[in-house]
């Protein structure tokens, strides 16, 4: 059933492209790169908090068990983009693609992709086609129980590892000059390694972000996702434990423009899980989680093609079958090269 999804949303979104390219009257070619380097004080957590954003992906699987220790971590990035004009409208084709590269713990190291089809429909609204993929993402060791000869059962510990793939459809209507409404749909794809394919899941997404030109130096970005995640749970029953869930994400960003050159970046993120296990003896049945987080970055335009950037990022969150909350910390610095 996954293989027939993922070649339906393929063809659909190829065919979106082929309709609108042979209408090409003009095009032009950009692109650009990124590097930042990070500390983080739990490698476990890394990048689920900096995944936790509007344009991210704030559902990446959950950490049973965080704490893992402190590292540096190297972010390269890099981009380009084609845009055109046709009979509708202006259209974009973008990739961007980077990688977070952990000196230390070389396991939790990924890469990650990204395509982008955007197209114009009319003076105030246009679609936006995406299409995520995170390869060989290393979640962390996971206790794996299994039933042996003995009435006890015997544990094991096994690498936590994945494959993600994510559709998104964006929706864009300017309400005024100073007000634009997106509505956004996903539908994601999560494939796990052995022995924890049992996990494998799919979830979808409904969602509504709005962007609010307040004055000529203040920008507010709010925005809010409901999603359900979906497992098999004839799959997990031999190991009574499904990380089926329930989700609700909430964000708001405030860019203020501080002088001419330089910018902050206020961001608050909250989120909630509810856990829909059926196993009474799952440690997720009845259970929820909560994350609080916040973020403040800097960015300074250096000149028109470099930006340099600098930010430190709190995250706490909360299993309701936990005694106490968990807190990571990242900060970074890092520039933007656009040509």
Known sequence: ?????????????????????????????????????????????FSVTRRLSLDEDPTQPIVDEPQQGADAVYEPSAYVNWATENKLGDFELGLNA?????????????????????????????????????PQLYIGKKSLSQEGDVEAELEHEADEQLDSHIWSMHLEHELSSAVILR????????????PFAYRDTQFFT?????????THDIELLVGYHFERGYTDHEQSVQYQDDIGYINHFASAELKIHLLPDLKMLLIFD????????????DIHYDGNENVYQGEIEFLYELTEQTMLKAGWQHGSRKFNYESHDVHNNNVWIGAEFHF
């Open 183 to 194: 509505g956004l749909v996903r539908y994601g794809i999560r494939e796990y390694n052995q």
């Open 270 to 281: 909250y989120e909630h899980n509810d856990f829909t296990s059926p196993f009474v003896h």
């Open 206 to 214: 409904v969602g509504s972000h709005l962007e609010w030109m307040i």
């Open 98 to 134: 980077g990688a977070y590269i952990f000196q230390n713990n070389g396991e939790y190291t990924h890469g990650f992709l990204q395509l982008i089809v955007e197209q114009e429909l009319t003076e105030k609204n246009k679609i936006k086609l995406l299409y995520d993929f995170v």
């Open 1 to 45: 059933m996954q293989d027939y999804y993922l070649d339906t949303l393929c063809r659909v979104l190829l065919s979106a492209t082929c309709l609108v390219l042979p209408c090409a009257v003009q095009a032009g070619w950009s692109a650009g790169g990124a590097f930042s380097t990070y500390y983080t004080d739990d490698v476990g957590l």
